[in-house]
């Protein structure tokens, strides 16, 4: 007797004609930049760490801070391009997307913790201030500023990565510090005013606790798995229902799969299930055309009353 042969996972994952044309496997992303990212990030955090101790300066102590974090967020990117890369499984039928979303999160917080390290600091100097060194600041900074300036320049090649903007964000508070740092190292040494050197930590701080809480709230909705913000889902659900042959939409879904492949699930009463291939049809062409999403799974029945019951 002929038993039939055990289904692979790859089989079970291929796409047919008429299913949606998206890929679980994350193949557009570019790893090497965040690798040159990583490599310039940390190698210039060290060196800054170094001169912002040896020159008492806090605003320097906190750029290095933020490219000491953003290497961490970088590596966690790195990492999480290389997973999302990897296809499907029997355990993980979606694929491994999610893990972008779930570093960004992670760098969030991470930042967070960074904002709230360098305020505590900030209010101590401004009671006790150290003297600092304002040259050895101005040209450690300046330094700093072109190399967040390269590596912001590389993560803009990848503008499709939620992980990688949440990164960039980062980069982009180093810019911010590392002007910051600029500023208070030049007044420093012209004036001797050491209280610049904590408020523009202050400040800038809180120019990036507001990206940050951006990048936050997006990670975190993703993976809730809320509806995407580009989508209106009332108005798919009225769309639905506006389809000739659709009585009646219920146990409607909407979310995000992997970031920027919107999927759709739901059930729908309809007038006659031999209409349904090309009811089906119709409402395939209008997710597409009106809301962008191309991955479905509709359930069609009758009504109660269709049904006899």
């Not at 997006?218 to 659900?237: A, K, N």
């Not at 769309?239 to 739901?266: F, K, Q, R, Y």
Request: proline letters at 4%.
């Amino acid at each position: 007797m002929r038993t039939k042969p055990a289904a692979s996972s790859s089989h079970l994952h291929a796409h047919r004609a008429g299913d949606a044309s998206h890929h679980h496997v994350d193949t557009d992303r570019n790893p090497k930049i965040l690798a040159w990212a990583v490599v310039l990030t940390l190698f210039f955090a060290v060196i800054e760490a170094f001169a912002g101790f040896w020159s008492n300066s806090l605003a320097l102590i906190s750029d290095a801070g933020h490219m000491i974090t953003d290497s961490t967020a970088l590596g966690l990117a790195l990492l999480a391009q290389i997973i999302a890369r990897r296809p499907p499984s029997a355990t993980n039928s979606f694929g491994f997307g999610r893990a972008e979303a779930l570093a960004a999160f992670i760098n969030a917080l991470a930042m967070l913790a960074l904002v709230a390290w360098i305020a505590f600091e900030a209010i101590k100097r401004f009671r006790d201030p150290l003297p600092v060194q304002g040259m050895t600041v101005f040209v450690v900074a300046l330094i700093g500023l072109a190399i967040n300036l390269l590596v912001a320049w590389l993560l803009s090649h990848d503008k499709n990565s939620v992980n990688t903007r949440a990164a960039l964000i980062h980069v982009l508070g180093d810019l911010l510090g590392s002007i910051a740092a600029i500023v208070a190292g030049i007044v420093i040494y012209m004036t001797g005013w050491l209280a610049i050197d904590p408020l523009l930590s202050i400040l800038v701080s809180l120019l990036i606790l507001r990206s940050t809480l951006k990048v936050l709230r997006d990670s975190y909705h993703f993976l809730m798995e809320g509806v995407p913000q580009h989508i209106d889902y009332l108005q798919v659900g009225a769309d639905l229902a506006a389809i000739d042959g659709v009585l009646s939409v219920h146990d409607l879904h909407v979310w995000e799969m992997t970031p920027g492949e919107p999927a759709l699930i739901g059930h729908l009463e309809v007038r006659d299930l031999h209409e349904w291939p090309q009811v089906l049809q119709v409402i395939r062409a209008m997710l597409r055309e009106r809301h962008h999403i191309d991955h479905v799974t509709l359930q069609p029945e009758l009504t109660r009353m269709a049904r006899g019951g």
